[in-house]
């Protein structure tokens, strides 16, 4: 593994994010459009509704978390698509680069738009709701991996589509984001879900961080065994979608599926 | 084939089909150090797959391939740091500069002075003038050139390139030969070339390989080649060939 080859595929995709302004659209624009709606439905909720005072807070703290798990998985996703959509894909194909090293790279990318996109939410919640993310404390960080490496498994999977299938598949990436918004009881606890629909929200290791975030939001403490059984899930949930994307590629170089992206 | 120790390139024995289309049927290919072989042959002879398979992007069905002492596809990274690849059909990333771009290949690459090996690389081939243009701002002429830029980055012990010349004016082209031969002459480069010119062609190289129905069916120097099928260059080699390939 070569980290000056990881370095450089940060900077082939901090060339591209500065050079596409509809690209600050996913850490600056959707960000602040959330906060408003999801702060604003809380306002209404809790004015018109007795004993829902801290629904703001519950959605608000809800779409932020999202937030990290969805520039995580669109930072790893789209960084793969833009090689074709550019149809650079046989280019880099032929360079030293290997595939963890460059998911390496677009996953470290998205640590940068999370901070973006985070340092958004943050100032906007504060600002027109007074919500400040500093108070549910450090109990944020492991969530916060959780989240991350959720992102990151749904986006590497999504490129094993993507490899396979062809273009066709994208509308994956930008789908899986709410199959997993509504099965991870981003707002909800997983006994709000139809009851068939429950057992699916359970295996998810985002519904733990979920679950986590709002047990903290109720003032309590940081469930431990939320979040370890999230973690152990998360990592299984990377492996499994590393697998997956391999066999995938695999596949892609036998049936000589570079000539549908060049 | 007769394979040296020593050799920047052999493959062995490659087979490939698509579903029931065989595409490569057995081609044997060596490239000895510093040596210039054209791949020729009439279209769906088989070319492209080969050359694919060459760099990895696509897996041989059997056969190996061997790059600078590196087995594909266990060692397909070490093998590309001495390979440069570049394509007539290829674009480069959108939104980079040409400058930022080659910048990125030559990191891949693994060169430490990516700023200085860009500059050389585009006084090479007489372009320094597109250094500051955008990629998808590059008409498909001067793209092929900056293809071809970056596939000399590193210094590679291989250059492969697919129809480099396709989509460029003649002076351009002749340009690009001159590049090509100097480059290869003052690094040692070995160079697989595939082109429709044959003009470009008996220019280019020392050794032809043709291909036909996914076979090799001549490799020797350009004149062999044409004296073998009665001709007086490779132009009636191709013509021949290619209605044969039609026939079958």
Known sequence: MSWHRIRVVIRRHAYVLWRAPHRWFDIGFWPLMDIILWGSLGTYVARNTTGAHASTPYLIAGIMMFHILFQSQIAVGTGFLEETWSRNLLNVLTTPVTEFEYLAGTATFGLAKVAFALLTLSVTAFGFFRFDLGSIGWSIIPIALILTIVGWSAGIANIGIVLRFGQGAEILIWGSNFILMAFSGVFNPVDALPGALQPIARVLPSTHAFTALRTVLNGNPLPIGEIVAGVIGALVMLVACFSFTAWMLHVFRRRGFVTRFS | ?248
Request: charged share 20%; aromatic share 4%.
């Open chain 2, 1 to 248: 084939m007769e394979e040296h120790a020593g050799d920047v390139l052999v493959a062995h024995e490659l087979r490939k089909t698509f579903k029931k289309v065989e595409a490569v049927r057995g081609i044997s290919i060596t490239v000895a150090p510093g040596e210039r072989v054209g791949l020729l042959g009439p279209n769906g002879a088989g070319k492209t797959t080969t050359l694919l398979m060459l760099l990895g992007a696509i897996l041989p069905d059997t056969g190996t391939v061997t790059i600078v002492g590196h087995r594909l596809p266990r060692h397909r990274s070490k093998a590309m740091e001495r390979v440069g690849f570049a394509a007539g059909y290829l674009p480069l990333p959108d939104r980079l500069k040409v400058r930022e771009a080659l910048g990125v290949f030559a990191g891949w690459y693994g060169v430490r002075n990516e700023k200085a090996a860009v500059a050389a690389a585009l006084e090479r081939f007489e372009i320094t003038h597109l250094a500051d243009r955008l990629c998808n701002a590059l008409s498909s002429g001067q793209r092929t050139l900056v293809g071809i830029v970056k596939a000399t980055l590193h210094n590679p012990a291989l250059l492969v390139l697919d129809e480099p010349t396709a989509s460029l004016d003649p002076d351009v082209a002749l340009r690009v030969r001159q590049g090509l031969l100097q480059f290869c002459s003052s690094t040692g480069a070995a160079l697989l070339i595939t082109s429709h010119d044959m003009r470009e062609v008996e220019m280019l190289t020392e050794r032809v390989i043709f291909l036909a129905n996914g076979q090799v069916v001549a490799n020797d120097t350009a004149a062999a080649i044409a004296a073998t099928y009665g001709y007086d260059d490779l132009e009636g080699v191709f013509m021949q060939l290619a209605d044969e390939a039609r026939r079958t």
